[in-house]
């Protein structure tokens, strides 16, 4: 089994930063990504970024410029930078897992973060 721990949120500025951390614990396995994801207040869960077993990494345009996703061992990070208002959100960690069977990737696993509240005041 795998476990996701988010830490690292709270209240900061508009302009301000924040660092996320993700530790993933349990049953490691290769290839994996992780991604961010946040939910703000009345809205659906969208995608931050993300970042594989690689380290390459993508972000959503909302984001791109201003937040970095890095991974050392097992936990992933998200440094946040010039956070604005419509960044307030709750933000969570997925882990995937996949197999490769025939020359393509499969996923194996889903696993989610309990997730770790971001507010950033006006």
């Known amino acids: 089994q795998v476990q996701l721990m988010e830490s690292g949120g709270g209240l900061v500025q508009t302009g301000g930063s924040l660092r996320l951390s993700c530790e993933i614990s349990?049953?490691?396995?290769?290839?994996?990504?992780v991604g961010w994801f946040r939910q703000g207040p009345g809205k659906e869960r969208e995608v931050v970024g993300g970042?594989?077993?690689?380290?390459t990494t993508n972000y959503a345009d909302s984001v791109e410029g201003r937040f970095t996703i890095s991974r050392d061992k097992n936990e992933v990070y998200l440094q946040m930078d010039s956070l604005k208002p419509e960044d307030t959100a709750v933000y969570y960690c997925?882990?995937?897992?996949?197999?490769?069977?025939?020359?393509?990737?499969?996923?194996?696993?889903?696993?989610w973060g309990q997730g770790t509240q971001v507010t950033v005041s006006s």
């Open positions: 997925n882990y995937k897992t996949y197999e490769i069977r025939d020359h393509n990737y499969y996923r194996s696993g889903d696993y």
């Open positions: 970042i594989t077993f690689l380290n």
């Open positions: 349990g049953s490691i396995s290769t290839p994996n990504a």
